[in-house]
């Protein structure tokens, strides 16, 4: 397993770099060139990052099915199970032989 | 349809609305420096980049939910898998059970046949007696390996042996007139183990024509074979003879 992260692992903030670039962009008009290299860059960031999260989110375990499917999916494995112990209880305690009356 | 979408799906597609919500706010502020700018776009733009973050965050702890969800569920699956090897082993010991019951029930099956059928036919012990005499002298299937014609061994118990064994002696009754010498189990057996070691030794036991019988002991063992040609045939004579055992027999 060790492939699987977990959801903290998955890193999703994107807000700040959008806010980054944008307060680049308001500087823009007093040094152009730099600004210009700046918010390629950032935006270049942002998309390795969005990028990054999407490989992750592959990652996780457990999201492959929506939450009510894997609760009706851990209900149905529980009654397996149930049925399963029950059935080996039946088999210890069964009577070994049917003796017969006379 | 929306329903049966997974988790996952619902998070990359929210990626996916992300990413173009933010390219385009991009877009929209690179150009409206060149142009006039459009305040309400850009407003709707932010709020619906906004509320598609937000929706990421909540939708990435309903993924943590169902990670600790998919953790009690790999536990259940391992307590199934274990279960599941309980029950193929008790259904092993089953068939096994099952296979020695059959043969025992078969066997004991047979018994009872030979039961009834022995209940239905009773054979007297006195006609027992007599045929396995008579197999014990007819129906032997092989001489010993050291034998060559004229020993007197016989691959069955010849009658002298017979009538010094156990079942010979219980009654001790006289022979011909003759009362045998008492003598201890533990000789017996001791003379039949040394018989073929001491085929070389000087004759102890005759049996004479006569019918008389004469028991010689020699350093504590009783040879019961003899090479002289004249007495192996009398023993031959008298251990095939079903006369003279059955004569022993009835008194």
């Known amino acids: ?20 670039i944008i307060k680049s962009g308001e500087r823009e008009n007093h040094e152009p060139q730099k600004s210009a290299q700046e918010i390629s860059q950032k935006i270049q960031d942002l998309q390795k990052k969005i990028d990054q999260a999407r490989s992750d989110i592959r990652k996780l375990p457990g999201v492959q099915y929506n939450s009510e499917q894997q609760l009706k999916a851990m209900d149905d494995l529980r009654q397996s199970l149930q049925m399963k112990r029950q059935l080996l209880l ?3 305690h069964m009577y070994s032989f049917d003796v017969p009356k006379y | 349809m929306s329903a049966n979408t997974s988790t996952r799906d619902k998070l990359l597609g929210l990626l996916d609305d992300f990413e173009l919500l933010s390219r385009e706010l991009i877009e929209n502020l690179s150009a409206g420096r060149q142009q006039k700018i459009n305040v309400q776009h850009q407003l709707l733009l932010t709020e619906q980049l906004v509320a598609t973050d937000n929706e990421i965050k909540a939708t ?28 193929t082993q008790m259904q092993k010991h089953f068939k096994e059970a099952e296979n020695i019951l059959a043969t ?56 002298i042996e017979m009538r010094m064994g156990y ?17 201890g189990l533990a000789d017996i057996v001791r003379s039949n183990n040394q018989i073929d070691r001491q085929a070389s030794q000087q004759n102890q036991f005759a049996w004479h024509s006569t019918g008389d019988m004469h028991l010689g002991v020699g350093s ?10 004249d007495v192996a045939e ?18």
């Not at chain 2, 007599?130 to 001489?143: E, F, L, P, Q, W």
């Open chain 2, 60 to 87: 990435l702890k309903v993924a943590e939910h169902q990670a600790e969800v998919e953790k009690k569920v790999n536990a259940i699956k391992e307590e199934i898998e274990t279960q599941d090897q309980h029950i």
């Open chain 2, 234 to 251: 009398d023993v031959e004579v008298m251990s095939t003879d079903s006369s003279s055992f059955s004569s022993s027999d009835s008194q």
């Open chain 2, 220 to 229: 504590g063992v009783i040879d019961t074979r003899n090479h002289s040609k």
């Open chain 2, 167 to 183: 079942l010979g002696r219980l009654s001790d009754l006289p022979l011909n007139g003759h009362i045998m010498q008492p003598q």
């Open chain 1, 1 to 20: 397993m060790e492939n699987t992260i977990t959801v903290n692992d998955v890193d999703t903030d994107f807000l700040p770099l959008i806010h980054d």
């Open chain 2, 104 to 159: 025992a029930l078969f066997q004991a099956k047979q018994k009872l046949q030979s039961i009834n059928k022995a209940s239905k036919h009773p054979v007297s012990s006195e006609d027992l007696i007599k045929y396995a005499h008579r197999i014990s002298a007819s129906n032997a299937v092989c001489a010993p390996l050291t034998w060559q014609p004229g020993d007197a061994r016989r691959p069955y118990p010849t009658d």
């Open chain 1, 90 to 92: 039946k088999y210890r």
